[in-house]
């Protein structure tokens, strides 16, 4: 397991994006900006004829108004532009479906390069349903279908590998109620995103995966520089913990240390009076333990305790 | 565990954004458009004071030339806007340090709304180092850091939750070689990247939740219309075994299906050969099997093996 700490960040490849070729500054730039989200663009050209294809240069970038962009960049091996853009040039409209695991092989298939003209919901065993304010049809099994006409298209060079940012402006949202929560809000377990990543991988956003990291918006934690030098010195303790240590507002007071000791470590505390050395490390794996947890205020105790009293 | 099928994708929540308040709206499209990729942006302002502050409104967008646009969005509560905006308004240059597990919580401490003048460098323990090209600081920790200037600020409103397009240009690449594999290229294993879901989640591409799919590139597949029906309407085989299936570019050819139906299935079709509905089942369960392995070819010579001979 890779954990980035002081002893190993003094060796870094540095790059020039100048001076290698395109296909391996891609490379680099696609395995380290991820996972990043998808979006299955179905689009029209002027005769009507259908086109859907994954493109993960995307994200949401604004509430309000509701703004999304995704690029059809130009083909780095032949300069050639994409059925999506050309048809964006033609009929400025989109339906952004979003990708969950159920359909990501489906997702997987449409992005083959099919002749034009071929229908890739055909191809792909999709459902095209009818959209309310634009002419492209939205994917039916999508969990999520956004209906938004183009505002801009801004090209961002004319040489291969060069992207094509479409801003979108979202007119109308479709949401399946499988993936809502009890108050219709969107349920993140029951979504089950996927996203790209570098080479041929994706992730998969599930139990395993995901994780919570709550955070007051208004208020402020102490920060690393106010932390005791025995913690920042911890064998023990990682960033991650410090992190989560420094975040708390205000220190927990001396008669709630005290009690917890108490209750909750005297045995601890008892066993091991003749070896603080070893005490201190039990106490700091303990802490962790509580932070892995989210108990912030009995992670701090447990900690403080060591020194008081 | 959600499957999006036929039978449930008929009950849709439909949305009009410009009928429902801003923070709902907001709820929506984060909940929707993810797991999103972070920028941890270094910027300063004309006095030459750090400011550090994660952002999942990014994304990669073009290869050639290297472009990355990232959102500091006007604030939905008091319509104010970021330091990272008004920084770059005044000094157009940013690193993008990408955020791995390793700094996840001391990413989240930097994103506190510390008053302005306060390093959120020494608050979060994180350390500054000198760029090559431009005047903001990298974080050491981060695993990737690309040095940018700021090739244009697109307002998309002057309302609270209105984003703000920053383009940047990447100049520098600074990559932590431990992330790096014996090709000098970025194992997505190692990296361990974070990303951001709707309301406190994230997601940690890591072995559990990363998984391949390969295409190739320049090949299309048979498609769903060219699968047999009694495929489509099998009851083991869901959405992505079929979209996987008919991503085969040929069929094996009838000797291959034979020899293997002799060699691996024989005797499955001898304990089962007065109950076909029986073997059909548990063929294709065979085949899902497979599927799940990548054994695209031994997937297909099992199904086929049913109607052969």
Redesign the interface.
Known sequence: ??????H??A???????KEIP?AK?????????????IAFASTIDKEGNDNLAPF??????????????F?P?RS?RTNTTKDTYNNIKEVPEVVIN?V??????????A????APGISEF????L?AIES?TIRPKRV?????Q?ECKVIEVKE??D?????N?V?CE???????????NED???D?H????V?R??????????E??????????????I???Q?PNDLMNSVTL???????L??IEVLPNETDVNEYKLIELSDLFVSLEDEPEKLEIELHTKAKALLSENKLNEAWMTLLAFNNG
């Not at 949401?60 to 962009?69: H, K, L, Q, R, T």
């Not at 395993?208 to 208020?219: D, G, L, R, V």
Request: glycine share 10%; net charge negative; charged share 10%.
């Open positions: 397991m890779y954990l980035c700490t002081a190993n960040y060796n870094m490849l540095t790059i020039d994006p395109v500054l891609h490379h680099y730039l696609l395995g380290a900006v991820g996972p990043r989200p993960s240069f995307f994200n949401v970038f604004s509430a309000n108004p509701p703004i999304m962009v690029s960049a780095g979003i969950n695991y159920a359909i990501v092989h489906q997702m997987s298939l992005s083959s390069p099919f055909e191809k792909a065993g459902s309310d039916a099994e999508s969990p999520v956004f961002l060079g040489q291969g590998g060069a992207g940012l801003i979202v007119l109308k949202i479709h949401i399946n109620e499988a993936v809502l219709q809000m969107i993140q029951k979504i089950e995103l996203s990543m570098g080479g041929n991988w994706y992730c998969k956003a599930d395993n995966s995901m994780f919570e990291i709550t955070k007051p918006i208004t208020t402020v934690g920060g690393f520089d932390l990682t960033g991650n913990d410090l992190g989560q420094a975040g």
